[in-house]
């Protein structure tokens, strides 16, 4: 039997080596050639965007969920890959099937490599979707940017059907700039004329750049009244209200209530808009099925073990408030990639009642020295470096105790990895 993983990761790997997760941060211009070359039409494509810091791709599983719900063909393009290469790119939930994504690939790479076109891996993978979405004529394409929004892969539509900017925190700041004004300028960029674009709240110095820019294009913006929306308990599930009505969301921490609000809104505004059918029902019902690994995940009851992909200051406070909630102390295994601002993260992990175990995190271009990890962070009671993954594990499984729990986060990448083996996995990633 054809391993069409195998045979994809060998194309990229021929292709890429090292460099395969690169991506130029000052130009679509390549984005938008390649979409000519293969004749992608996107005209055919209902476009749901989905820009932000924090949140953005949790209110896209949650958006997808609620409009396969109400029975719309649904596409999604999300990331990172956690559980395996082809699971970024999903119709009605389904990842692509690996033959296909393989064929897809095989035909992009082939082309540019007979006309001699460098592209990033990134520019690839959104052309798939693109073509893929396409080929299957879903009702609505759902993508979320990767990077920042004005110079990403996915800026590449001159018409869609929405907008979203989530919350704008500070990440990237190496290529989108080092003020929030200046994060929400470049995501603003997702912006095209006349749009209706959907803002979560926040502070107004974020939202008047958005407002700024929008109003250069005759673009529409909505933000999120969040005086209509309550929170109520959370655990595995998070309950909340909003404009009067009860949900609850199969996703865990406070945050992930205002995200499911975003998308109960957003879906509303999009039924009346476009007349669909979305129920209410359909709406409860898509909130109450929602997956997501690596968000506040929990994987094992017994040990307790939590994994989530906390990699900035802003998701990892989000964390840092959850895991106060569970009143238990916590063994926490982490590792960062060289390009976030790790010291922060740590920092908000560090008011915890944890013990840390700082393992390396391999990931090709990107990864810290471990011995640089661990100089940077110092030794500091409570803290342990292991460079092997399974051994920094089963080290955590020593500290362990019944009052306890284990933890990774620190990145999506370190999550995706110690998911598959916990639960003694094997991804193409």
């Known amino acids: 039997m054809i391993n069409y993983f195998e045979k994809s990761s060998e194309i990229l790997d021929g292709l890429y080596g090292a460099t395969k997760h690169k991506r130029d941060m000052t130009s679509n211009e390549n984005m938008k050639r390649l979409i000519e070359i293969f004749g992608v039409d996107l005209s055919k494509l209902n476009v749901i965007h989905v820009a932000g810091t924090v949140g953005k791709g949790s ?21 990172p890959s956690i559980e395996g290469m082809n699971d970024r790119i999903r119709i009605n939930g389904d990842f692509i099937p690996p033959e296909k994504f393989y064929h897809y690939l095989k035909t992009i790479v082939d082309k540019i490599n007979e006309l001699e076109i460098n592209c990033i891996y990134f520019e690839i993978v959104t052309l798939i979707a693109l073509m893929y979405f396409a080929d299957e004529g ?3 394409a759902i993508f979320e940017v990767g990077v920042g929004g004005l110079y990403d892969s996915t800026n590449c539509f001159l018409q869609k059907s929405a907008d979203v900017i989530m919350k704008i925190d500070y990440d990237h700041q190496n290529v989108l700039g080092n003020t929030l004004e200046e994060i929400a300028f470049n995501k603003a960029g997702i912006i095209m004329p006349f749009d209706t674009v959907y803002v979560y709240p926040q502070g107004d110095n974020v939202i008047d750049v958005i407002k700024d820019e929008a109003k250069k294009v005759d673009a529409k913006v909505k933000v999120l009244d969040d005086k209509s929306m309550r929170i109520g308990k959370t655990g595995t599930e998070t309950e909340f209200s909003y404009d009067g009505e009860d949900y609850s969301v199969s ?5 992930q209530a205002k995200n499911a609000a975003m998308a109960v809104w957003v879906a509303k505004d999009l039924n009346d808009r476009f007349r669909l059918d979305i129920s209410d029902e359909a709406i409860k019902k898509g909130l109450s099925e929602v997956k997501w690994p690596c968000r506040i995940e929990t994987v094992k009851k017994d040990p307790y073990i939590i994994i989530d992909g906390a990699h900035n200051e802003a998701s990892a406070a989000e964390l ?12 926490m295994i982490t590792s960062f990639l060289k390009d976030k601002d790790y010291r922060k993260v ?3 992990f560090e008011g915890l009642n944890a013990e840390f175990i700082v393992t390396s995190l391999v990931f090709k271009g990107r990864d810290f020295e471990f011995e640089k990890l661990e100089e940077a962070i110092g030794d500091k009671d409570g803290i342990y470096f292991i460079k092997d993954n399974k051994e920094a594990y089963k080290k955590a499984l020593e500290l362990y105790t019944e009052d306890a729990l284990i933890v990774v986060a620190g990145s999506l990448y370190l999550a995706s990895v110690f998911r598959d083996l916990i639960l003694g996995l094997k991804h193409y990633n």
């Open 59 to 79: 209110f896209c599983i949650i958006l997808d969920n609620i409009l396969r719900e109400a029975n719309l063909k649904t596409g999604i393009f999300v990331g």
């Open 251 to 255: 996703l865990a921490g406070e945050f």
């Open 138 to 140: 879903v009702d609505f």
């Open 320 to 331: 840092k408030k959850y895991l106060l909630g569970l009143n238990k102390k916590v063994v």
């Open 346 to 348: 740590f920092e908000t």
